[in-house]
């Protein structure tokens, strides 16, 4: 199975600043992906992170507002950018493994915007 | 628009029962149905997974019953201890694009 770590594991920001999110795999993926997990709730889809690609969002949620990279196959970031009390939430990434289908979680990026 | 819903919301359970989670979705273009295992303050980890030609899959505690026709597959565990106190979420993968939609999670507390 994948190692997936995330950069920052948690930190605290002021409304209105940006925050970007490090996503690192320990071996080549093609599919990556974007979650939020607000407090007590189920995991939600942000975006699909292709390499080579532009990242596809799903509904409600904006390029402007969560700006994806993916420069190459083991390396991804989520920026959440001019942010309000309404994004504390934890932010997943994830890989699926193409042989299998299954995906794989990273630890998690719990955000506080005071 | 919930296309895959999950009961119950939460279950208590004795040490040494069985604990059961329901799942059921609405679409048939999915390809793979995982369940996760997620404690406080980590990601979610896979824990058992089935494909829609299989009616059952065991590993271990951990058993995945899937009926086809009803679109409905749950969780066992059995012999439930309290080391498997957690949220679990049931999942279903979209075959044309690999996103995977979950359930709303139950969280199950395993009583000694």
């Known amino acids: 199975s994948a190692v997936i770590s995330q950069k920052p594991s948690r930190d605290i920001c002021q409304r209105g600043t940006s925050l970007t999110i490090q996503c690192q795999v320990d071996s080549q993926v093609t599919m990556m992906f974007w979650y939020r997990q607000q407090p007590g709730q189920s995991l939600t889809l942000i975006a699909t992170?292709?390499?080579?690609?532009?990242?596809?969002?799903e509904s409600g949620f904006v390029i402007d507002k969560f700006p994806i990279s993916r420069p190459n196959l083991t390396f991804s970031t989520l920026t959440v950018s001019n942010m309000s009390p309404e994004d504390s939430s934890i932010y997943l990434c994830?890989?699926?493994?193409?042989?299998?289908?299954?995906?794989?979680f990273g630890p998690g990026t719990r955000l506080t915007v005071l | 628009q919930q296309q895959v819903k999950q009961s119950p919301q939460s279950l208590i359970v004795q040490k040494g029962g069985i604990s059961i989670i329901n799942c059921a979705y609405e679409?048939?273009?999915?390809?793979?149905f995982p369940w996760y295992q997620q404690f406080p303050g980590k990601g979610p980890a896979l824990l058992i997974a089935i494909r829609p030609d299989v009616s059952e899959k065991k590993e271990g505690r951990f058993t995945i019953s899937f009926n086809k026709s009803a679109k409905q597959f749950s969780l066992h565990i059995m012999d439930s201890q309290p080391g498997d106190s957690a949220t679990y979420f049931c999942?279903?993968?979209?075959?044309?694009?690999?996103?995977?939609?979950f359930g709303q999670g139950t969280t199950l507390q395993v009583k000694p």
């Open positions: 992170a292709n390499q080579g690609s532009e990242a596809t969002y």
């Open positions: 999942a279903a993968r979209r075959s044309n694009t690999g996103k995977l939609i």
């Open positions: 679409n048939t273009a999915f390809d793979y």
């Open positions: 994830s890989v699926e493994d193409g042989g299998t289908d299954t995906q794989y």
